[in-house]
């Protein structure tokens, strides 16, 4: 009973019109009135508008529906990125006597979130080229700033760190992207992301997963707009020469390229070693070399239901 009595108590009271109590009110936000309907009754007044403003102070100018809040909060930023800069004053009042600014910016950001405000900005441009989704990141850039605060990289270019951290957030996450395809949208040499790459996981402690043949294949076969039969066959060509020790000491993404072009070969969808190359990012000699290696037992790697366009004894011998 107590307990019942007490939340009435702390229940707040509804706002009604008493000569209307069931009429839905109108709100003048103008004047910040609650109005009934009915009998025009001013049941409130002083109603606090919590809707957003028409200014917008946030750095984004696109959106729709302004704040007055600014952006959000960067968990990753030492400062929280809570920080005030007043501009240069105009006015008389804005001076003293003698000519200097009374208000003056007190702190600024400093320069170690400046590195790695820039190093996400460069994360996120490069994430975008490769359509990657936000969680692979929120991953990079939290692997960048354990990375920065350890100092254990120094003379390292922020770039070639931030390169090599998404390279590893691509694998730890479970959809890892080539050197090369990384390269490519950043400014940094393959050779240069490897070295940091080595050096990240000793520094952290940390390690990735192997990659593996089928990592890449859907999304391979899918740039080249091979059919899933295709993909399936190549898949199955892949996983099989590996199984059979065929391919020692090749990496997974030539073993890839090579099954890509036998399956396509022994289909209606056939790709030349260019184009699959080009996709790859491995060089068409690399694709021979892996192609002369499965070709000798080509006949047990296909799968059994494999419609043949081109048979076995037909594929092409490199």
């Known amino acids: 009973m107590a307990s019942t009595s007490r939340g009435e108590a702390l229940a707040l009271p509804r706002v009604q019109c008493p000569n209307h109590p069931d009429t839905i009110l109108v709100e003048d936000y103008r004047a910040g009135d609650m109005i009934c309907p009915e009998c025009g009754l001013v049941v409130g007044d002083r109603v606090i508008d919590v809707g957003s403003e028409w200014r917008t102070f946030s750095n984004e100018k696109a ?3 302004p704040s007055r809040v600014g952006d959000a909060q960067n968990p990753l930023l030492n400062g929280g990125d809570l920080t005030t800069m007043i501009s240069k004053g105009t006015g008389a009042a804005s001076f003293d006597e003698f000519g200097n600014s009374k208000y003056q910016n007190r702190r600024t950001m400093s320069s170690s979130d400046r590195a790695m405000l820039n190093a996400f900005k460069e994360i996120s441009t490069m994430a975008d080229r490769i359509n990657l989704p936000r969680n692979i990141i929120d991953r990079t850039n939290n692997l960048f ?3 920065y605060e350890q100092k254990s990289l120094k003379g390292r270019a922020n ?4 390169s090599a951290c998404l390279y590893i957030a691509c694998r730890q996450e479970g959809v890892p992207r080539t050197f090369k395809e990384i390269c490519a949208v950043s ?4 050779k240069e992301i490897g070295r940091c790459f080595k050096l990240i996981l000793k520094a952290l402690e940390t390690s990735v997963d192997l990659i593996t043949t089928g990592d890449f294949m859907s999304r391979f076969c899918s740039n080249l707009g091979l059919p899933k039969q295709v993909q399936m066959a190549a898949t199955f060509i892949a996983r099989k020469a590996v199984e059979l020790d065929l391919v020692p000491g090749r990496s997974p993404i030539s073993v890839a390229a090579a099954a890509i072009y036998m399956a ?5 969808e056939k790709k030349t070693q260019k184009e699959i190359g080009d996709i790859a990012g491995v060089a068409d000699v690399t694709i ?3 192609y002369r290696l499965i070709y000798p037992r080509a006949a047990e790697l296909f799968p059994p239901d494999f419609k043949f366009d081109t048979p076995v004894d037909k594929l092409p011998q490199l």
């Open 187 to 190: 400014r940094i040499s393959k």
């Open 288 to 290: 021979r070399q892996s």
């Open 145 to 147: 700033k354990q990375v």
């Open 264 to 268: 396509s070969q022994a289909s209606a």
């Open 63 to 65: 959106l729709k529906d």
């Open 159 to 162: 770039d070639a760190i931030a």
